[in-house]
């Protein structure tokens, strides 16, 4: 068998193109995964791990994945902004088994003793994919931290470009109120 076969993958079909399909869901796996943070929706971060996976969250927390879920389950609702971007997914299949690197970016607006300020963030995720039962999921994510910008908080909408009265924008919100989740309806 070859890197890019696998006992999963469909007869016959060009080990090449199973390997584009396998990355693709791949991504979609840890692009929900962000998408279900930003939204609070622990729902589907959940869904990114198998269950008996291990979650090493580069020194906050380690142990298994659904208990770091269930932290988030409580933590999230109360992140009113935040955004997480992946980028500079690389990903090596080996079989039923997938080593893969992503950049992520994150966002948040805090507030610490009254004052509020944003916070830019890049971490790295180094994740060990499994196919089982034909899906892939995270089996093992470690956490790397790379930097931290802290910054005032200076929201103007582009001192006014975008828009000088920003209460009529339609803006980000939590599951199940972000437009995301009444497009599906």
């Excluded at 006014?160 to 803006?171: E, F, H, M």
Aim: proline residues 4%.
């Amino acid at each position: 068998m070859t890197k890019t076969e696998n006992s999963t993958s469909t007869p016959n079909r060009d080990p090449a193109l199973q390997a584009l399909l396998d990355k693709q869901e791949i991504t979609d796996v840890l692009n929900l995964y962000l998408r279900g943070a930003d939204r609070a929706d622990t729902d589907l971060i959940a869904a990114a791990y198998h269950p008996d996976a291990i979650e090493e969250h580069g020194g906050l927390y380690m142990g298994p994945a659904d208990a770091y879920v269930a932290m988030m389950d409580e933590q999230l609702p109360h992140a009113k902004y935040m955004n997480h971007l992946c980028t500079n997914i690389i990903i090596e299949l080996d079989g039923d088994k997938a080593h893969v690197e992503s950049y992520i970016l994150a966002y948040s607006r805090m507030k610490k003793d009254g004052e509020k300020f944003d916070s830019l963030t890049l971490a790295r995720a180094v994740d060990r994919f499994e196919r089982r039962d034909g899906a892939w999921k995270i089996a093992k994510r470690q956490l790397i931290w790379e930097w931290n910008n802290d910054m005032p908080c200076a929201e103007t909408w582009g001192r006014g470009l975008i828009t000088n009265d920003p209460s009529k924008l339609i803006r980000g919100k939590k599951k199940p109120d972000d437009l995301v989740y009444a497009a599906k309806g």
